[in-house]
């Protein structure tokens, strides 16, 4: 059984930083593409950002573009979201996601399994 949880959420000052951490269990990450999205109160899931499963490809939200990074340790079978320049739009619930093959898609319809999602509020 896959599982994914999420760590390193909190709250902080606008032009702050957090990292996002995501531990999987039950699948080597280094074979899957993985993905966070993020949902704000009263909005659609939002693609954030992705990574491929056998190549260095990554992938972004035009919003978060140059501010966020996504990477992973395949030793540690983690996956991260690097935040800088964080805005108050960036409030949101942010998940982990991970598709069993390799492509990375911006799609969370294309995602087989989901954490269960950390809170990042921004403070003005």
């Known amino acids: 059984q896959v599982q994914l949880v999420e760590s390193g959420g909190g709250l902080v000052q606008a032009g702050g930083s957090l990292r996002l951490s995501c531990v999987a269990s039950?699948?080597?990450?280094?074979?899957?593409?993985v993905g966070w999205f993020r949902q704000a109160p009263g909005k659609e899931r939002e693609f954030v950002a992705a990574?491929?499963?056998?190549?260095?490809?990554?992938y972004y939200g035009d919003s978060v573009k140059g501010r966020f990074t996504i990477s992973r340790d395949n030793a540690k079978n983690t996956v991260y979201l690097q935040m800088n320049g964080l805005k108050p739009e960036d409030t949101a619930v942010y998940y982990c996601a991970l598709r069993v093959g390799t492509l990375a898609l911006t799609r969370k319809g294309s995602y087989d399994y989901w954490g269960q999602g950390t809170q990042v509020t921004v403070s003005s």
């Open positions: 039950g699948r080597t990450l280094s074979s899957s593409a």
């Open positions: 990574a491929a499963g056998t190549s260095s490809r990554t």
